[in-house]
């Protein structure tokens, strides 16, 4: 055991001092032979390595086991961030933009059923998807890289973005199909006087 410790050290020691060694360009034939310097920060290095004690039985598979899982959440998230561009809800803002009391979108017949229309309350862009008495309002712009989703498509009792495919159940804005992650905001709406008002749900 006290051999196999003793090994390790030494390892440890080779590696750091090589280390240096390896990342130098080739040096001039004039200088090789010749001892060059270490580096305090490698000699420091050194030194507190050679005095770890090598790794306990049983802790090499579980240190594997450690960096294997590490890798894979590596992977997975730049996958997601840089192959699905899962990143950032885009619709982050939408509660501080919406109106906190009821805000009148026009007319209802204004809104044609079955077709998703573009309409603004103050500063949050909206689109209403009206079917029959009940009309759906959702954020605009898509929560997973701002496609409008007023030029989306209905499928199913859900929004689909023209952009990347997202699809947002109306009823609630849940993620019935990625590459969103964060639900669409979905505004609370009612039809009074023939008029659609909308507001920021559970305000007031
Ligand atoms: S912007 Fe990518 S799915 Fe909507």
Same mark, same amino acid.
């Given at each position: 055991?006290?051999?196999?410790?003793?090994?390790?050290?030494?390892?440890?020691h080779?590696?750091?001092?090589?280390?240096?060694?390896?990342?130098?360009p080739?040096a001039?034939?004039?200088?090789?032979g010749?001892?060059?310097?270490?580096?305090?920060?490698?000699?420091?290095?050194?030194?507190?390595?050679?005095?770890?004690? +090598? &790794?306990?039985p049983?802790?090499?598979?579980?240190? %594997? #086991?450690? @960096?294997?899982a *590490? /890798?894979?959440? $590596?992977?997975l998230?730049?996958?997601?961030?840089?192959?699905?561009?899962? +990143? &950032?809800?885009?619709?982050?803002?939408?509660?501080r %933009? #919406?109106? @906190?009391d009821? *805000? /009148?979108?026009? $007319?209802?017949?204004?809104?044609?059923?079955?077709?998703?229309?573009?309409?603004?309350?103050?500063?949050?862009?909206?689109?209403?998807?009206?079917?029959?008495?009940?009309?759906?309002?959702?954020?605009?712009?898509?929560?997973?890289?701002?496609?409008?989703?007023?030029?989306?498509?209905?499928?199913?009792?859900?929004?689909?973005?023209?952009?990347?495919?997202?699809?947002?159940?109306?009823?609630?804005g849940e993620?019935?199909?990625?590459?969103?992650?964060?639900?669409?905001?979905?505004?609370?709406?009612?039809?009074?006087?023939?008029?659609?008002?909308?507001?920021?749900?559970?305000?007031?």
């Open positions: 055991m006290k051999n196999g410790l003793g090994a390790a050290r030494r390892r440890h080779a590696l750091l001092s090589q280390g240096p060694t390896a990342l130098r080739a001039p034939a004039a200088t090789e010749r001892r060059r310097p270490r580096s305090p920060v490698t000699v420091g290095l050194t030194a507190t390595l050679a005095r770890l004690p +090598g &790794p306990a049983g802790h090499t598979p579980l240190g %594997l #086991a450690g @960096a294997t *590490v /890798s894979a959440a $590596a992977a998230g730049g996958h997601l961030a840089y192959r699905q561009a899962a +990143g &950032p809800d885009r619709a982050a803002a939408v509660p %933009l #919406a109106p @906190a009821w *805000v /009148s979108l026009g $007319a209802v017949e204004d809104f044609p059923e079955g077709k998703p229309v573009r309409a603004t309350a103050g500063e949050l862009a909206v689109v209403v998807v009206r079917e029959g008495d009940r009309c759906h309002v959702l954020a605009e712009r898509c929560a997973h890289l701002s496609g409008r989703l007023s030029e989306g498509s209905l499928v199913e009792g859900c929004l689909r973005c023209p952009w990347h495919g997202s699809t947002f159940r109306l009823r609630d993620v019935v199909h990625g590459p969103a992650t964060a639900p669409q905001p979905v505004m609370e709406a009612r039809v009074l006087s023939g008029h659609l008002e909308i507001r920021l749900p559970a305000a007031g």
